[in-house]
C-alpha cells in the first residue's frame, strides 16, 4: 500500500511528466570510481527529466534485492553503478519487468556496458541516461541463476575463484593470478547436449556467452549478438603452451572465432555436464553442480543503450 508521502510523489511526477530513477551502488565495487556518483548525479544528471533516489548495497546479492523491490514501485529506470558482478546482480531483479536497467561501470573489467557501447566515462555515462534510447537484450538461465553477458566453466571459472580469494581487485590483479594458474591448470572433458544429440569436447574452458567479451575488450565470442535469442557456446580447445601468445592476441584483437583452438556452437537450450562442480557468471564465482541447464530467454531485459 502506498504511503501519503509515495502518493503524493506519484502525482507530483504524473503532474510534471517526470520519470524515477534508482541509482544502486556498489560502495566497494572495482577501482573505487563509484564515489563520485553523487557528484555526477548533481551535476550531469537532467532534472527536469527524472527524480532520483539512491541505494548502498550492503552485501552480495543485495542488488537483486533492490532492483526487484524499484520494479515492484514501477521505477522507470534503475542504474547499475559497480563493476560486472554488480550489473548482473541488477539486472537480475529486472528480468521480466517493465523498469529498464542503465549502467555506470565503475568495475575493472564492465564485460556488459563495454558489449554494448555504454560510455566507460563516468560523465558521458551519467548523460547517456538523458538521451539514451530503451531498447531489450535477451537474458540466460543456468539452473537458478540468470545473467545476461557471458558466464563459464573450466579454467576461466577456476580464474574467477581464485581471483575472489586473492584479495586486491583491477585487471592487473587478474592478469597476475592467471599467469600463476596457467602453467597448472589441465584441459578436462564436457558433455554437450543440444537437442537430444550428446557430444564430448575436451577443453580448457568453455564459456556461454550472450554478450560477446568477458570485459577490458577480451572477446570470447566476437560475433555473439544478444539481441538474437541463441547462446554462443565458444569453446577453448586444449593448447600448447606456446600458442598462448596468439590466443591472447586474437582474443583482445576480436578475432579468436578465427582460431583453429576455438569451436563456437550456437543454441536456444543446452546441457553440459562437468566433472567439476564451479562455474563463474560474468567473473563471480559460484558452485553449480556437475550439471549444468542452460536456456535463452529473449529480449526479456530492458536497457538504456546509446
Given amino acids: 500500500m502506498l504511503s501519503k508521502h509515495d502518493f503524493l510523489t506519484d502525482q507530483k511526477r504524473a503532474m510534471n511528466n517526470t520519470k524515477k530513477v534508482c541509482f544502486i551502488v556498489n ?5 573505487g570510481r563509484q564515489k563520485v556518483i553523487e557528484k555526477l548525479i548533481d551535476e550531469h544528471l537532467d532534472r527536469t527529466i527524472f527524480d532520483y533516489e539512491i541505494a548502498y548495497t550492503k552485501a552480495a546479492k543485495h542488488a537483486i534485492e533492490l532492483s526487484k523491490e524499484a520494479a515492484s514501485r514501477n521505477i522507470d529506470v534503475v542504474v547499475a ?3 560486472d558482478g554488480s550489473v548482473n546482480e541488477t539486472a537480475k531483479g529486472l528480468v521480466g519487468s517493465n523498469t529498464a536497467m542503465a549502467i555506470i561501470p565503475t568495475g575493472s573489467g564492465n564485460g556488459l556496458a563495454r558489449h554494448l557501447n555504454i560510455p566507460l566515462n563516468l560523465k558521458k555515462a551519467m548523460k ?8 531489450r537484450i535477451d537474458s540466460i538461465q543456468l539452473n537458478n541463476e540468470t545473467f545476461v553477458n557471458v558466464a563459464g566453466i573450466g579454467f576461466d571459472a577456476h580464474i574467477g575463484w581464485q581471483f575472489a580469494k586473492y584479495g586486491k581487485r583491477g585487471f592487473s590483479s587478474y592478469i597476475k593470478v592467471i599467469m600463476r594458474e596457467f602453467p597448472k591448470y589441465k ?3 564436457f558433455e554437450i547436449i543440444i537437442e537430444g544429440k550428446s557430444i564430448i569436447k575436451n577443453a580448457y574452458l568453455i564459456s556461454f556467452a550472450n554478450g560477446s567479451q568477458w570485459g577490458n575488450n577480451a572477446h570470447i565470442a566476437p560475433n555473439a549478438d544478444i539481441r538474437d535469442g541463441i547462446l554462443d557456446i565458444a569453446i577453448l580447445k586444449d593448447f600448447k603452451i606456446f600458442s598462448a601468445l596468439s590466443i591472447g ?12 583452438h576455438l569451436e563456437i556452437l550456437k543454441a536456444k537450450e ?3 555436464k562437468q566433472k567439476g562442480n564451479i562455474a563463474h557468471i560474468d567473473g563471480e564465482p559460484l558452485e553449480v553442480g556437475n550439471e549444468l541447464k542452460i ?7 530492458k536497457v538504456i543503450v546509446p
Fill in 128 to 135: 547517456l541516461i538523458n538521451n539514451g534510447k530503451e531498447t
Fill in 81 to 83: 553503478v559497480g563493476g
Fill in 270 to 272: 543446452v546441457i553440459v
Fill in 295 to 301: 536456456k535463452v530467454n529473449p529480449l526479456s531485459l
Fill in 249 to 260: 592476441y586474437k582474443l583482445f584483437k576480436k578475432t579468436l572465432h578465427e582460431s583453429a
Fill in 27 to 31: 560502495p566497494i565495487s572495482g577501482i
Fill in 187 to 189: 584441459a578436462q572433458d
